[in-house]
C-alpha cells in the first residue's frame, strides 16, 4: 500500500464530504477511493470514518489523523516541489576542482558571470594540477585539461581543445641552438611537466611520424605557469600548452621550436557523477563553459 496516496484519498473524502464527490473531483471511481481508505484503516488498525447511505464524517481518531495527515501531505508537497525547482533553478551548493592555470587564468570571469546569474548558489573552488575523482572528494564537478580518460563512473563532456608546442626563449635559443630535429632535444635542457603519462618522454609527431623522445630533465614540475616563467628566463626549452605560453609567444619572450613536431592536442573537459538526473547548478555550469571555451579562439588565440 502506497501510505501517502492513502492519506491523500482520505483527505480528499472528508474535504468532498463523501466518496462520491471525491471521486468525481479527482476523475476516478468511487471503489478505488473506498479501497484505498479502506485498507489505509486496516493499516492502521481504527476506523476514521462513519460511513451511511447519507453521508460520510471523521470519526474523532478520524478528525485527529485528519489534521496530522493534512500537515505531512503539505510537507510532502513542499519537499517534492522545492525539489523539482533545484532541478530548474540552480540553487545550493557547487563545489568545483579545476587546474591551477586554467583556474587563475580564465575561471574568475566564468564564475563572476555564474554568480551573477545565479546567486542562490555558493560556490567552493579548488585548484589543483592533479587528477581528481569528483565522486572519491565529493565534488560536483572537475574542470580538467588533459588527453581524455575512460572513466565508467564519471560523465566527460569535451568542451574545447588546445594544441601543446615546443618553446624558448630567444636568448636560450642563442646560447645553446635552436633544435632541428626531435633528436637534438636530448642535448637541450627540458623543462617538463610532471603529470604526463609518457613519464620522462615526449611524443611528437611530425612529417615522419610519430616520434618518441627522451627529455633530458632539467626542470621537472606540475604547474604550467611555473614552467612559462623558467622557459621565459632562458632555462630550456618547454613543452606546454598554447593557453599558457601564447601571449608569451606574441610578445616574442618565447619563440616556437620544432614547428612541424606537436603533440596530440589536449582537450578542455568538464567531468561529473554519471547520475540519471543532472542537477540545475552543474547543468548551467557546464553550458557556460561551453558558451565560453566552445571556441577556441576565445581563450588559446588559435582559430
Known sequence: MDIIEAMRAFVRV??????AAAAREQGVTRSQLNKQVARLEEHLGAQLLRRSTRSVTPTDTGRSFYDRAQTVLTEVDSAVA????QQDTPVGNLRLNAPMS????HLGAVLGEYMTAYPDV??????NDRFVDPIEEGFDLSIRISEPRSQTSLISREIS??????CAAPGYLERFGEPQL???LSAHRCLHYGYQETGLRWRLKGPGGPESVPVNCALWSNNGDLLRAAACAGQGVALLPTFIVDEA???GELKQVLPDYRLAPLALQAIYPRHRHLSAKVRCFVALLEDRFGSMSNWTGSP
Open 14 to 19: 472528508v474535504d468532498a464530504g463523501g466518496f
Open 82 to 85: 522545492s525539489a523539482r525547482n
Open 102 to 105: 586554467f583556474g587563475t587564468r
Open 122 to 127: 555558493h560556490i567552493e573552488v579548488v585548484l
Open 161 to 166: 581543445r588546445t594544441d601543446r608546442v615546443l
Open 182 to 184: 626531435p633528436a637534438d
Open 249 to 251: 609567444l606574441r610578445l
